[in-house]
T-cell receptor, first 112, second 118 residues
Framework: DSGVTQTPKHLITATGQRVTLRCSPR?????VYWYQQSLDQGLQFLIQ???????AKGNILERFSAQQFPDLHSELNLSSLELGDSALYFC???????????FGEGSRLTVL | DQQVKQNSPSLSVQEGRISILNCDYT??????FLWYKKYPAEGPTFLIS?????DKNEDGRFTVFLNKSAKHLSLHIVPSQPGDSAVYFC?????????????????FGQGTILTVHP
């Protein structure tokens, strides 16, 4: 158990819909990261938040957005969903300035 | 543009023998490298890391070697055990951001499936 909690574990929805994925970081970790793993792909960095502020951005689509709340939990919002958005979405956390990330178990999104 | 590559999609090894997983990178700004292990239905778990100022780091059965001139790193597992069967991801990081707070922007390879046979 990494201490990072992600909900929901599985989500099935239709094209055009919007979903929200939630992440609770390890106690004391200020940084939250979101990664996407599509079929046969490595993990792709989406976005990082540090203590409520956006700190780094990867190849995150404009249809996707994220935020980190004062209690440090984070949400990843995916809208106007397309079939290609089907993937595993991982959240990770760290104490800022440390490069070893602790990952949650992921949220598997299936878009039909 | 694949900045971190794991060219072997899979590797099969006999229990007790050495497993060698390889990783190549292209970005000269990477200065920290990590290996993660992933079991099905679980998130990646940190295994071992190495800074670019070193060429070797050892932790029990796991050793990571870094060859900066070749932009190549490898993970050695000795001896291999059936419980090591998993997907292994190589990841790289560059020092970015104020105060190092963007260190966690890791660039991952596609992974190598290791199977250790009893």
């Amino acid at each position: 158990d990494s201490g990072v909690t992600q909900t929901p574990k599985h989500l099935i929805t239709a094209t055009g819909q919007r979903v929200t994925l939630r992440c609770s970081p390890r106690s004391g970790d200020l940084s939250v990261y979101w990664y996407q793993q599509s079929l046969d792909q490595g993990l792709q960095f989406l976005i990082q938040y540090y203590n409520g502020e956006e700190r780094a951005k990867g190849n995150i689509l404009e249809r996707f957005s994220a935020q980190q709340f004062p209690d440090l939990h984070s949400e990843l919002n995916l809208s106007s969903l397309e079939l290609g958005d089907s993937a595993l979405y991982f959240c990770a956390s760290s104490v800022g300035g440390v490069r070893e990330l602790f990952f949650g178990e992921g949220s598997r999104l299936t878009v039909l | 543009d694949q900045q971190v590559k794991q060219n072997s999609p899979s590797l099969s090894v006999q229990e007790g023998r050495i497993s060698i997983l390889n990783c190549d990178y292209t970005n000269s700004m990477f200065d920290y490298f990590l290996w993660y292990k992933k079991y099905p239905a679980e998130g990646p778990t940190f295994l071992i890391s190495i800074s670019s100022i070193k060429d070797k780091n050892e932790d029990g059965r796991f050793t990571v070697f870094l060859n900066k001139s070749a932009k190549h790193l490898s993970l050695h597992i000795v001896p291999s055990q059936p419980g090591d069967s998993a997907v292994y991801f190589c990841a790289a990081s560059a020092s970015l951001g104020a105060g190092g707070t963007s260190y966690g922007k890791l660039t991952f390879g596609q992974g190598t499936i290791l199977t250790v046979h009893p």
